[in-house]
């Protein structure tokens, strides 16, 4: 069993830069594949960010390929995603989550944990 919170949204003007964390329990976290994906109002969940826990490699939606950047820091249980040149359309809701076989750029569908996610909006 893995519990994740998130943390780190908030308003923020277009161009500008939040970091978000995703803090998980249990002593296996490393062991998890883990991922950011988010909801704008309407929309359907999407893939944002993953890194494998296996080979520790990073994948990433296109449409914040450059911009943004997931990292994990297994010591401290926490995953986070780096947002810079923030936009507009990157308004929405932001989830963690997490599998041990699921790799997060499959899709959100049938990842095993997740987290309440976090508000993240940005204004032009």
């Known amino acids: 069993q893995v519990q994740l919170v998130e943390s780190g949204g908030g308003l923020v003007q277009t161009g500008g830069s939040l970091r978000l964390s995703c803090a998980g329990s249990?002593?296996?976290?490393?062991?998890?594949?883990m991922g950011w994906f988010r909801q704008a109002p309407g929309k359907e969940r999407e893939f944002v960010a993953g890194?494998?826990?296996?080979?520790?490699?990073?994948t990433y939606a296109d449409s914040v390929k450059g911009r943004f950047t997931i990292s994990r820091d297994n010591a401290k249980n926490t995953v986070y995603l780096q947002m810079d040149t923030l936009r507009v359309e990157d308004t929405a809701v932001y989830y963690c989550?997490?599998?041990?076989?699921?790799?997060?750029?499959?899709?959100?569908?049938?990842?095993?944990?997740w987290g309440k996610g976090t508000l993240v909006t940005v204004s032009s």
């Open positions: 989550a997490a599998d041990t076989k699921r790799l997060p750029a499959t899709g959100y569908v049938g990842m095993d944990y």
């Open positions: 249990g002593r296996t976290f490393s062991r998890y594949n």
């Open positions: 890194i494998s826990w296996t080979t520790g490699v990073r």
